[in-house]
């Protein structure tokens, strides 16, 4: 079992930055792809960016793409989203998540993720 826990979201003006934080404890993050979605208001899910638990590997969504990146510290077991030049339309509700030994492949699609965190709020006005 792995328990997720997402920080670092607030309110941020166009333009600015922010830097999410998803903790993991049960089990150590080295063999777990792990990713961010996020959601807004009346939409779907959305895959955002992920790292793949073999060479580290990292995905991004075209929307983000140049302007988010994502890490990881293994001995740590924490995971980050670095989020700059931010937009309004990247408000949402932010999730980290994990997947044990998850195919590259795969990499985007939410539900191949068995482990999720309960959310951070970002919020971008203009």
């Known amino acids: 079992q792995v328990h997720l826990g997402e920080s670092g979201g607030g309110l941020v003006q166009a333009g600015g930055s922010l830097r999410l934080s998803c903790a993991a404890s049960g089990r150590t993050f080295s063999s777990f792809a792990t990713g961010w979605f996020r959601q807004a208001p009346g939409k779907e899910r959305e895959f955002v960016a992920a790292?793949?638990?073999?060479?580290?590997?990292?995905y991004y969504a075209d929307s983000v793409k140049g302007r988010f990146a994502i890490s990881r510290d293994n001995a740590k077991n924490t995971m980050y989203l670095q989020m700059n030049s931010l937009k309004p339309e990247d408000t949402a509700v932010y999730y980290c998540a994990a997947a044990l030994n998850l195919n590259r492949l795969f990499i985007r699609l939410e539900k191949k993720y068995d482990y999720w965190g309960q959310g951070t709020q970002v919020t971008v006005s203009s």
């Open positions: 790292i793949s638990w073999s060479v580290g590997s990292t």
